[in-house]
């Protein structure tokens, strides 16, 4: 991509600063996550969250969703802690905080489809990494969750131009990254990039947001990359894409990425994916409960 | 964990392996099964406290179906293992599920069980357009994909076979799908759909062609005004020109020497049949399948089935909704 592009994402990017966004406790959330687990406090955590009633509500409702595995709704923050731990509430706060940031105009992006398609991504890393002996589930989590961020970005930043890259995208039945860069010459991963640096977020998840559909160009934090790459592929195949038929054929275990996150992950081959993809089918209905329940009632988003 | 894997890997070891072999089953079940969706009885017993799915022993014997007939039951699904194995409980006099568990695992009889237990839970039923998210990847991905493939031979064929064809829904419906296309990307291609079962009486109905509500409730008023004719209120018969395109034949899929006539084929269907057949039986058909394909073809199973990794010479691809297993072309180098 050319420096004149690059700058003008960064300019349009630098404009979103005005508007109504992102939650004041999502960037020291996300500052906690990436600390050493010892030097998070609950307590600090419990701080932040009792600021936004909205956000710790949702994230008490989420927890008892049966993709986290409890079986009633916590009474507090505390108390959802001590069931599943400060990492994994973390996550789930994140999320809530997400769900608030944009308000994504229907007119280009269906919000539904977006938060189903992040959240789906998010689940599916996490249980891609909970089979592999040393992946960090929760990091794989919120690298599923926020890839996509540049599509929030376009969304306000590009709203003509994504407009006619995502027409497109249904009509011809492509990848919607594909069909960005032969409309606009740039794609979500560029505006996402520009956002993410802009947050100043951790480098693995910026390079997750700048090349999960270009894994061979990550510099660092590769096999994350990797992973959101199969993650978001799978879920594309199994009902958590963009809402339209992307007329696509993935080999996973022959696609680069793989043999990328097997380098780190040697256990990644004894993975049985046909049975894998059967139990991601079995998340499917509960992401989408999830999505109406968490995001449904955010304002803008309907 | 380790538990599970106590249990299960004691199927791994020859001597305890259950065999389902497909001589040893009734040919009335086989036949009512092959190319038959996995559908819910009728009968519904009401949970009681010892057979709620909750309960995880159904949770391992769920896996137990999974590594014998590669077939995965859906936690939303799980009832109808739940109801399967309580109504084998009921009739065996058995009290707790992990008696039962027992039964399916350390008892002489497992074998026989496990075969009686996969009959309950999967009570053969079909219809017309049972898998739409096949149907579309067949039209919209792999036949373009062909086609370019194809593209600089003089003759251009077609071949698919719809293996365990059953009473021939699924055969039909390929063909109808097909037809649509022989005005586009299939124009002047010679197009040969092969059905072939096991069972006389099932092949006989299927070359009738006569379908009733309940086979076409999949079936849209588009397709059945072009290729069906109603022949009274509730009964419906396939057009001629659909017909023409099948060829109904009687096969075993484990007659090795008739298996290695079936050459050239483009995809293969083969759902719901094999998850009857023994490990080494199904390895032996899917190896045939294998050498059957030409470079390039797909096979495809029922929708939760899988080749349990029985076969590693083909590449597991997904397409939106379906997953189907590709004989790499050799353009892609991948072989």
Redesign the interface.
């Known amino acids: 991509m050319n420096t004149s592009v690059t700058s003008k994402i960064r300019e349009r990017v630098a404009g979103i600063e005005a508007m109504p966004c992102i939650p004041a406790v999502f960037l020291p959330l996300l500052e906690l996550l990436n600390a050493p687990p010892e030097r998070v406090k609950l307590e600090e955590v419990v701080r932040l969250v009792s600021y936004d009633n909205t956000i710790a509500a949702q994230c008490l409702r989420m927890a008892s969703s049966p993709l986290f595995g409890l079986a009633k709704t916590p009474e507090s923050i505390t108390g959802a802690v001590i069931s599943l731990g400060l990492r994994r509430v973390q996550t789930i706060l994140l999320t809530c905080c997400l769900g608030q940031a944009f308000p994504v105009k229907k007119s280009v992006l269906d919000p539904t489809m977006f938060w189903r398609h992040s959240l789906g991504c998010a689940m599916v890393c996490r249980k891609f990494s909970d089979k592999l002996a040393t992946a960090d589930g929760d990091k794989s989590y919120m690298a599923g969750l926020l890839h996509d961020l540049g599509l929030m970005v376009n969304c306000v930043a590009f709203s003509a131009e994504f407009g006619l890259a995502s027409r497109r995208a249904h009509q011809e039945?492509i990848p919607l990254d594909q069909a960005e860069r032969a409309t606009m010459g740039f794609t979500h991963c560029d505006t996402g990039r520009a956002l993410a640096e802009k947050w100043r977020l951790a480098d693995d998840i910026i390079e997750v947001i700048a090349h999960h559909h270009d894994v061979e160009h990550a510099q660092k934090a590769q096999s994350l990359v990797a992973l959101v790459h199969l993650g978001d592929?799978?879920c594309?195949?199994?009902?958590l894409?963009y809402g339209y038929?992307?007329?696509?054929?993935?080999?996973?275990?022959?696609d680069p990425a793989w043999a990328i996150l097997m380098k780190e992950h040697r256990d990644l081959e004894s993975i049985?994916?046909?049975?894998f993809?059967?139990?991601l089918?079995?998340a499917v209905?509960e992401v989408c409960e999830l999505v109406s329940m968490v995001f449904g009632a955010v304002p803008g988003h309907n | 964990m380790n538990r599970e894997a106590t249990w299960n890997d004691g199927l791994r070891s020859p001597e305890l392996a259950p065999r389902f072999s497909d001589a040893k089953l009734p040919r009335e079940n086989v036949s009512t099964q092959m190319s038959t969706g996995i559908h819910t009885p009728n009968v519904k017993l009401p949970f009681n406290k010892t057979t709620e799915p909750s309960d995880p022993i159904f949770r391992q014997i769920r896996d137990l179906i999974y590594k014998v007939s590669g077939i995965f039951q859906l936690e939303e699904k799980l009832y109808l293992l739940t109801d399967g194995c309580a109504r084998r409980m009921k009739q065996l006099g058995v009290r707790s599920p992990r008696e039962y568990r027992d039964l399916l695992t350390t008892h002489s009889g497992r074998e026989a069980e496990l075969r009686q237990l996969l009959n309950e839970i999967t009570i053969g039923e079909t219809c017309l357009f049972r898998s739409q998210s096949q149907l579309d990847a067949m039209r919209k991905v792999i036949l373009p994909e062909l086609a370019a493939e194809k593209s600089n031979q003089l003759v251009k064929r077609l071949r698919v076979w719809s293996a365990g064809c059953s009473t021939g829904e699924e055969s039909y419906t390929l063909a109808m799908n097909i037809l649509e296309e022989t005005d586009s990307q299939l124009k002047d291609w010679t197009i040969e759909i092969l059905a072939t079962d096991l069972n006389d009486r099932s092949l006989e109905t299927a070359k009738t062609g006569i379908y009733g509500d309940y086979a076409l409730r999949n079936t849209n008023d588009y397709y059945k005004q072009k290729y069906l004719l109603p022949l009274d209120e509730k009964k419906f018969q396939v057009r001629p020109e659909v017909k023409k395109l099948v060829t109904f034949s009687r096969l075993n899929l484990q007659d090795d020497a008739n298996m290695r006539f079936m050459k050239g084929m483009d995809l293969i269907f083969c759902c719901n049949v094999l998850i009857y057949f023994d490990g080494r039986s199904k390895s032996k058909v899917i190896e045939h399948f294998f050498s059957d394909l030409n470079f390039g073809g797909y096979f495809f199973l029922g929708s939760s089935e899988s080749l349990l990794r029985l076969n590693d010479k083909f590449h597991l691809v997904h397409f939106p909704g379906t997953i189907a297993y590709w004989k790499p072309s050799l353009k892609s180098g991948r072989l």
Do not use: I, P, S
């Not at chain 1, 038929?245 to 022959?254: A, C, G, P, Q």
């Open positions: 039945q592929l799978l594309r195949m199994r009902g894409g038929y992307e007329r696509n054929k993935v080999d996973l275990v022959h049985d994916l046909a049975r993809t059967f139990e089918d079995e209905g």
